[in-house]
């Protein structure tokens, strides 16, 4: 376990809340010392205006009463939704939780084709964002589905349908599945990486000496140990994590740090040249 953050965990018997994409709730029980209620949620960027959309999934340790007061916390920053199966908020992640960006992109197209056929760049993106925000609202109070809206001011043989049968001859239907499997593809790999990471974690120590870095081959015989300063452990942290685009896990890291886990050192491939001299 995480010792020291670990300790404090348990200690108090707290019920955790995670909003870590990709990293799974038995992972994070498991580095907090187990028997622990684990609530994993996916906000979005909105939550900072109140109309944020979370999904949420709590493992077999959360209580009725857990539950209640991690969606009220959620609640408080915009919509919120259970699911019973723990992949599926991979899921949310692709879906709402990347979602806010995908809707950008497409403002953000529509703005340009609008400023390249002689609109100015302020009224296309006040139209564009209008029209986002009044679609959106129609569509959050009307019984109606979003096809059966759509339908609604598709005119036939109106500049309407002759647009959307461009976005369909496109194959955008195929390009935001692609898009969507894509997202939970990454979250998967976040989890694995995960993994690895609290592998390579648990492997570093501290003696009487200070804090040391160690390298194991396949075989997990050491190959090489040396101390290292603290900016050498962050810049390798640092290093490790853009290599596999692991932003998120820096998070972690500085949590760690916070909390002084002296076991916690830098580290690199196998493959590496000497640490110590990067």
Not at 247 to 259: A, D, Q
Request: net charge negative; aromatic share 8%; proline share 3%.
């Amino acid at each position: 376990a995480i010792e020291p953050l670990a300790a404090a965990v348990q200690k108090k018997r707290l019920m955790v809340i995670s909003v870590v994409a990709g990293i799974h709730s038995a992972d994070i029980e498991q580095w907090l010392g187990g028997d622990l209620a684990i609530i994993r949620t996916m906000p979005n960027t909105p939550a900072l205006i109140g109309s944020g959309a979370s999904g949420l999934f709590a493992n077999e340790r959360a209580t009725e009463d857990d539950r209640n007061l991690a969606e009220s916390l959620l609640r408080a920053c915009g919509v919120t939704v259970w699911v019973d199966k723990e992949h599926k908020l991979d899921v949310v992640t692709a879906l709402s939780g990347s979602g806010p960006a995908y809707y950008f992109l497409m403002m953000e197209a529509l703005e340009n084709a609008a400023i390249a056929r002689g609109l100015n760049e302020a009224d296309a993106r006040l139209l564009s964002l209008e029209t986002a925000l009044g679609a959106a609202k129609m569509a959050l109070e009307s019984q109606e589905n979003p096809a059966q809206l759509r339908q609604r001011v598709t005119s036939p043989g109106g500049t309407t349908e002759r647009a959307l049968t461009v976005f369909e001859d496109a194959g955008l239907r195929d390009i935001c599945q692609q898009a969507v499997d894509a997202a939970i593809t990454r979250a998967q790999e976040l989890a694995e990486s995960s993994r690895e990471f609290y592998t390579l974690l648990t492997r570093y120590h501290a003696d009487s000496l200070g804090l040391h870095f160690a390298v194991y081959d396949g075989n997990d015989e050491l190959k090489y140990k040396t101390r290292v300063s603290k900016i050498q452990r962050w810049m390798a942290a640092l290093k490790w994590s853009l290599r596999r685009g692991q932003g998120k896990l820096l998070s972690i890291m500085r949590l760690l740090e916070y909390f002084r886990f002296r076991g916690y050192s830098g580290f690199y491939d196998r493959d590496d040249s000497d640490p110590a001299a990067d």
